[in-house]
């Protein structure tokens, strides 16, 4: 008998058996979602369905150009970043930016959140209207992430929670970032996108080459611009390309908590795009 191959042979018969078997994260908390984050969201919502995005009550102004009819109701495209405080016991203040049709909002957000054991979540958010979102999802990542869904009728929404920085300056933005981007045009219904690398000089301006695509091309462009950092650490970023068209297109971030990531979303009007920058 070959003593070699029956040792392996129990070894892999033993190694089998005490294997663990895959299970669900347990002992989640509310304290396990603690201090700055950013939710990223982007899909489409029904306006005369869906009493809110991301907590901002929905105007009768959003436009339906171009929406896609899904059981009767128009879907308009729909993008958003909220910037939430979490206070580890179940309470969250912010301010959310949504997209909505290519009509831009904007304002103050509050509620409550539930970790569960699980390590599920759940998250309510209102404005000062009342106009509340219903959020469900998963804590993974040890805290740091969490990956979202808007669960409320008429919506169709899902998203990335991030840890992000609280305070912040222009400097802390300094030296080179990729940058992806992709969206659409609400009323032509053409679709955009780019991947390129900018550059940022710590003192407010940005310069870099992109490859957009666009109206069924792609041209390598030269673009510059600038990037205005807040205290709460959002930033507004604003490219042009540097050629006959001259296309400019302006984003609203957040910054992560090590500096080297943006969430953005494009703030143009008749615009609903989402990308990110990660610092090379």
Not at 22 to 49: D, E, M, R
Not at 223 to 231: C, D, L, Q
Request: hydrophobic share 40%; proline share 3%.
């Amino acid at each position: 008998m070959n003593t070699k191959r029956l040792s392996l042979a129990a070894a892999c018969a033993i190694g089998s058996m005490i294997t663990p078997a895959a299970h669900a994260i347990s002992g989640c908390s509310n304290s396990t979602l603690n201090g700055n984050y950013a939710i990223q969201f982007s899909g489409a919502s029904a306006p005369s369905v869906a009493p809110s995005l991301a907590g901002l009550a929905l105007p009768p102004a959003v436009s339906s150009a171009k929406a896609a009819t899904v059981g009767g109701n128009a879907m308009v495209p729909a993008d958003g970043i909220v910037k939430l405080f979490l206070d580890g016991n179940g309470l969250l203040l912010g301010n959310a930016a949504v997209s909505a049709g290519g009509t831009w909002l904007q304002g103050n957000v509050s509620g409550q959140y539930t970790v569960n054991g699980d390590c599920s979540v759940s998250v309510t958010m209102s404005d000062p209207s009342g106009a509340t979102a219903n959020l469900s999802g998963v804590v993974v990542g040890q805290g740091d992430t969490a990956f979202v869904q808007q669960t409320d009728a008429g919506t169709g929404l899902t998203g990335i929670l991030k840890k992000s920085r609280g305070i912040c300056q222009t400097s802390d933005l300094l030296g080179t970032f990729g940058i992806q981007y992709s969206g659409t045009e609400i009323v032509s219904g053409s679709v955009y996108s780019s991947v390129g690398i900018l550059t940022l000089d710590g003192q407010g301006s940005v310069s870099g080459s992109e490859s957009r695509f666009g109206t069924g091309g792609t041209a390598q462009v030269a673009s510059a611009g600038s990037i205005t950092v807040n205290p709460d650490c959002s930033a507004m970023i604003t490219v042009t390309s540097q050629d006959a068209a001259g296309k400019s297109l302006t984003f609203l971030g957040t910054i992560s908590v090590d500096n080297k990531q943006l969430l953005l979303i494009q703030s143009d009007a008749g615009m609903s795009a989402i990308g990110s920058m990660v610092a090379q």
